[in-house]
T-cell receptor, first 113, second 114 residues
Framework: GNSVTQMEGPVTLSEEAFLTINCTYTATGYPSLFWYVQYPGEGLQLLLKATKADDKGSNKGFEATYRKETTSFHLEKGSVQVSDSAVYFCALTTNTGFQKLVFGTGTRLLVSP | DGGITQSPKYLFRKEGQNVTLSCEQNLNHDAMYWYRQDPGQGLRLIYYSQIVNDFQKGDIAEGYSVSREKKESFPLTVTSAQKNPTAFYLC?????????????FGSGTRLTVV
């Protein structure tokens, strides 16, 4: 079946540090891949996406590259800010049948000044 | 601006009561979804609907019911049969056949049993 595995959190960083949150997936066919962000007490917001192999999604300084050979979609940011503190969810949807999103368990990021 | 509105933001339920959570979207999306999120955990799918007057159970449908009488609306009822209903509930919508587009989420309803 389809599944997403994320690194356990929390990830604790100082402001301006480099961020990597690992995400790997298992899927049949050729999935589209997403990163969502959830700020405290809120719903999820789409952060970035990639729909085919070698695509790079980017938004607000965050980037992730769709790596088919390693079945990965790691989230990176060169310099985090306190305002980036949130929970980050990796997700996939396959492109056959009715496409329900499959989410990872989420990784909490805590950035200190 | 288009979006999804969930109400109320906070809801308190007494033991043995049914409560209904509202979800309305004006994005003209065909598909709608309900998820449950427990503290420190990921999202679990309760029900989803691809079109009006049709819906399917997700992974944790027991103790919940839904209806989809209008394209814009997908209310979730938490029944007394749900033994542990305290959680954060998220509604989402998407275009049909939406492999490339992902979901749009509401801001959630926090349900507490008192």
């Amino acid at each position: 079946g389809n599944s997403v595995t994320q690194m356990e959190g929390p990830v604790t960083l100082s402001e301006e540090a480099f961020l990597t949150i690992n995400c790997t997936y298992t899927a049949t066919g050729y999935p589209s891949l997403f990163w969502y962000v959830q700020y405290p007490g809120e719903g999820l917001q789409l952060l970035l996406k990639a729909t085919k192999a070698d695509d790079k999604g980017s938004n607000k300084g965050f980037e992730a590259t769709y790596r088919k050979e390693t079945t990965s979609f790691h989230l990176e940011k060169g310099s985090v800010q306190v305002s980036d503190s949130a929970v980050y969810f990796c997700a996939l949807t396959t492109n056959t049948g009715f496409q329900k999103l499959v989410f990872g368990t989420g990784t909490r990021l805590l950035v200190s000044p | 601006d288009g979006g999804i509105t969930q109400s109320p933001k906070y809801l308190f339920r007494k033991e043995g009561q049914n409560v209904t959570l509202s979800c309305e979207q004006n994005l003209n999306h065909d598909a709608m979804y309900w998820y449950r999120q427990d503290p420190g955990q990921g999202l679990r799918l309760i029900y989803y609907s691809q079109i009006v007057n049709d819906f399917q159970k997700g992974d944790i449908a027991e103790g919940y019911s839904v209806s989809r009488e209008k394209k814009e609306s997908f209310p979730l009822t938490v029944t007394s049969a749900q033994k542990n209903p305290t959680a954060f509930y998220l509604c989402a919508s998407s275009r049909a056949g939406t492999g490339d587009y992902g979901y749009t989420f509401g801001s959630g309803t926090r349900l507490t049993v008192v």
